[in-house]
């Protein structure tokens, strides 16, 4: 299997982090009630679906090394959908679920970033084409599953037993 650089192996763990976050909403658009939250939720899955598209694009494009991406991108897949397993038992709710959305888009927005950062020395102009698109999509979403998460925690009664 090719190697891959450091650019390389972030890119396929933004990959991997765009298709666990499809699964994520969809699990928690599943533990939610209400409508507007549930179409944050549907937004976010369909970004996630583009930039995942987006980034594949830009990984068929890299000579070789596509397959060897696209693993690294189910391998950091596989630990994010370990991780929401764990965080999400089968007593999660809504607000459980956005706790949970909120971890996980923060770590999306740090890749991005990181990945950004990659490439101000590497100075790939598609790459930084998909990271100025990517990364304040990124940033909104975490900022949407804070505001669902205060949203659904001032609905709950603190004193009622969990």
């Known amino acids: 299997m090719a190697e891959l650089t450091t650019l390389e192996e972030k890119l396929a763990e933004v ?5 666990a976050a499809q699964d994520a909403t969809k699990k928690v658009e599943g ?22 598209r987006r980034c594949t694009q830009l990984a068929d494009e890299r000579d ?3 397959t060897a991406i696209l693993d690294k991108a189910r391998e950091t897949k596989g630990e994010a959908t370990e991780m929401m397993k764990t965080y999400l038992g089968d007593d ?27 490439n101000e ?21 975490f900022s949407d599953a804070k505001e669902c998460s ?7 009664d603190p004193y009622e037993e969990s």
């Open 15 to 19: 990959i991997g982090l765009a298709q």
């Open 31 to 52: 533990l939610v009630e209400d409508d507007d939250v549930a179409g944050v939720l549907q937004r976010m899955r369909e970004e996630a679906e583009e930039t995942e």
């Open 64 to 66: 070789g090394k596509k």
């Open 92 to 118: 999660a709710d809504g607000l459980d679920g956005f706790e949970f959305l909120v971890m996980a888009e923060a770590g999306e927005v740090g890749h991005w970033a990181v990945l950004g950062k990659l």
């Open 121 to 141: 020395s590497a100075g790939e102009q598609q790459l930084g084409e998909l990271v100025s698109w990517a990364l304040p999509i990124q940033e909104r979403h």
């Open 150 to 156: 205060l949203k659904l925690a001032g609905e709950e």
